[in-house]
């Protein structure tokens, strides 16, 4: 190999040594095949990092009181030293904005560069869930649309009205994504557009369905009794379409956080993944310029040390344990499979026939491209890395007054452990499976929602502050029910609260 | 392909619309806050920002989330004793609660109050908040006015101070183009004529001399323009515009005899600290005049004012006569007045009556707004009852009774609330 003259490693950086760090970055990134978004580096201040963690990382927003208490939370408990800042941000556009805080020193830097603009670029761009759900071309242009919209409703209808309404959107943020149907990418033109007209429109198909002049025949008025006909999960989708006094603007407002919620849908579902191909690559390219000689000594100590950092799992023992550590997942994941490609053992190659010995970078693309983090790790985890990590399972079920430890990392608890750990990651079994399954047109209009509980675990007890919000969107009664022991719906919040229940 | 931007000098303060959101939606906790404050406070840094804690849990934001109970399985790491139907029992009063639980939080900070800092003026536009500067509708109608001459353009008359040399010497300059240009055309061409003429080889002697005899005459009369004329002069124009005045004097007066105890001063101080605050929001210089009394009236510094004891007896008009004779001496034209006592309700009987005339006749035409306020635990006497009097005629006056420091904050409010109702009636 011939010997490189190293780069600059002094600590301080100038943007002509990122520019230095970048090219060869870009460079073994392409060596490793890392597809990314044009990159767009921009360097901010402490203050500006906290505003970016206000805003959700976004660039542009709509405001809401709530980022501005997330705004003097992140102040406060960075001011007083109990939370250092991250090194960067990065968002899911193209270009692919990464933020740089001028605080770091040059190694952090060029850490962050391999991390954010080729580890996570790449992912935004390969990723199936991102490339389905989110348009990385309109999202800054349709940021800028909602911002805009909302700005100009506050002056149109008043400040606290169009907050009341993004309160009510937010509570139900979360139950605002098509999880099965593909989302249609749009520019800030067509948005623009399209708004005015779908203002028009909406309005006309909710005065149709709501006519109180029974104009149908008999059969189609028992059919539209049941009113959706199956049970609708996207609480603001059906809002939005729905609503019977929701004035046009709020319409759209719904639909903005509903696109919001939609685009970091994948984001939540991707973390082990996201953030691990991220570690990886910025591990894998610092220690390829490494061995070209390119980085010092001196850069490299001061890399190990940020990198296992990030990478650290604590024990479920340890004071600093908060969960598993997605980084140190991902991490060891990836570098497991490309260990598994390389240098298989017996076990691997039972385990993983068809990629034990194969080629480790293509592996790793299709890994990266076609999974999640619930598939993946069901796909991949292997019994060495449970090893490795110590894993246990406990089983608590609320009736004992014990917990129990129902697998641990040995040749009967392999699986029981994969299972459980990818299901820990399934959205489906984190957030509450709440859904509309009626919408009583002919009568009272009382929307009814149905709570069906995960293993038994039940509602938190927000659901009656959330189902203010509803109220405040439907503007009519809503009751969420859940199904009881016999698997009859029993009410268990209403809204407003009437007295008598069993009326 | 990549490109750095450096962002760090550009959009500072983005959050600031969000906070300003967040301070607008929970402005009452935040008031509550504030009026908390402004009594437990010291004095001197009352012109400072203040902390504001806020329950936590009027801050929540409602999600749909699993809560405690059902059935849960978890993977941990590094386990170092356990093995398969290991059985560890729950700790007791604590039900379902596993290692490492506690997902469904909806936050993951603690239960402590919302704690943050406001700056001073956000401190102080809440803590003023619906408090408009008393009278000020009147004083729209008399408000002490101030004129002051500011540059208008330019003028063709004026005085000689006022000339503008350059604006002048430009006019100078363009007549003198204009007016010369067709002279010293027809001079350029019969110096060419001329030329032509000599080189000739011919002689030419008349036309020769013609030509002589119209250059020279051209010349002259090229010279005849005058360098400047009354038509070029530029004086600068001045114009007078009305300001409103922007300076005001507050009277402090108080009662320093032997029956106010340094408690009572206290609750005075604070008092006139507000209303100092309060001023200086609308003010931009504003005079103090301390004036404190007994049986005789004395001029002092803030010091001295506050914290020098006196003993005696206590003879309010003797504080009045001297404010009004310091308005007659150093405040007479264009300041906006303000007065404010403080006393513990004594004085002198026969003294009252004459109380009331000074204030009646030379204090409160010229005052915008004079207010007392009575530090007691007791029943009010005589000085009371002849400022009811007053109080029922002028509506620039206004006078309450406070017992304890928790009372001034609220006192201070109803004393400069918004539109004072008996304004309109009068």
Known sequence: MTINKPLDDNSDWTFDKLSLYQKEIARVAEHYRLDTYANQIEVITTEQMMDAYASIGMPIGYNHWTFGKKFIQTEQTYKRGHMGLAYEIVINSNPCISYLMEENTMTMQALVIAHACYGHNSFFKGNYLFKTWTDAESIIDYQLFSKNYIAI?????????????????????????????????????????????????????????????????????????????????????????????????????????????????????????????????????????????????????????????????????????????????????????????????????????????????????????????ESFISQYLSPKLMRDFKFFHIHDDEKNDYVEIAAIHNEVGYKKIRETLSSQYNLSNLETNIQIINANIRGDRTLTLRHIPHQNIPLGDSSAEVLKHLHYLWQFNVKLVQPNDKGVDEVIAYCPIIKDLAS | MANFIDRRLNSKNKSTVNRQRFIRRYKSQIKKSVSDAINDRGVTDVDTGENIIIPRKDLSEPVFHQGKGGIKDKVHPGNDQFSTGDRINKPKGQ??????????????????????????????????????????????????????????????????????????????????????????????????????????????????????????????????????????????????QAIPTSQAVMFCLMDVSGSMDQATKDIAKRFYILLYLFLTRTYKTIDVVYIRHHTQAKEVDEQEFFYSQETGGTIASSALELMAKIVDERYNTNWNIYGAQASDGDNWADDSPYCQKILNEKILPKARYFSYIEITQRAQQSLWKNYQEIEEKQAHFAMRHIKTVDDIYPVFRELFKKQLTKLHNA
Not at chain 1, 186 to 192: K, V
Not at chain 1, 328 to 354: H, S, V, Y
Not at chain 2, 116 to 133: P, Q, V
Not at chain 2, 189 to 203: G, Q
């Open chain 1, 153 to 373: 409703c506050e002056e149109k209808y008043g400040i606290s009205d169009v907050e009341a309404t993004l309160d009510a959107c937010h509570a139900l943020m979360n139950h605002g994504v098509d999880r099965y149907k593909r989302p249609q990418k749009i520019s800030l033109d067509e948005e623009l557009k399209r708004q005015a007209e779908r203002e028009r429109y909406i309005q006309s198909q909710i005065n149709t369905l709501w006519r109180t002049i029974p104009s149908e025949s008999e059969q189609q008025k028992q059919k539209s009794s049941s009113f959706p006909s199956e049970p609708q999960e996207n609480i603001l989708y059906f809002i939005e379409k729905n609503a019977p006094l929701l004035k046009p603007w709020q319409r759209e407002i719904v639909r903005i956080v509903r696109k919001t919620s939609q685009y970091f849908y994948p984001q939540k579902q991707t973390q082990v993944m996201n953030e691990g191909w991220a570690c990886f690559w910025h591990y894998t390219i610092i220690n390829h310029l490494y061995d070209e000689g390119l980085v010092t000594e001196k850069f490299m100590l001061e890399f190990l040390h940020s990198h296992t950092s990030v990478i650290a799992q604590p024990s479920y023992n340890s004071d600093y344990y908060s969960g598993i550590n997605p980084y140190a997942l991902g991490f060891n994941m990836f570098i497991d499979i490309r260990r598994i490609c390389e240098q298989p053992t017996e076990e691997d190659k039972q385990w993983f026939p068809t990629i034990a010995g194969s080629n480790w970078l293509d592996t790793l693309h299709f890994a990266m491209e076609n999974f999640k983090d």
């Open chain 2, 95 to 240: 039900q379902s609660q596993g290692i490492g639980e506690g997902d469904a939080s909806d936050s993951g900070e603690g239960n402590d109050d919302f704690a943050f800092s406001i700056s001073k003026e956000e401190y102080l536009n809440l803590l003023f908040e619906d408090l408009e500067l008393p009278n000020l509708e009147k004083n729209q109608l008399n408000k002490l006015v101030e004129y002051k001459s500011v540059r208008s353009g330019f003028c063709t008359e004026g005085v000689p101070a006022n000339i503008d040399i350059v604006k002048s010497l430009q006019g100078s300059i363009a007549r003198r183009i204009a007016m010369t240009s067709s002279k010293r055309k027809e001079l350029r061409a019969a110096k060419e004529t001329l030329a032509v003429l000599k080189n000739d080889k011919h002689d030419h002697i008349i036309e020769i001399n013609d030509l002589i005899t119209k250059i020279d005459l051209l010349k002259e009369r090229i010279a005849h323009i005058p360098f400047i004329d009354t038509f070029d002069m530029k004086f600068r124009s001045f114009s007078r």
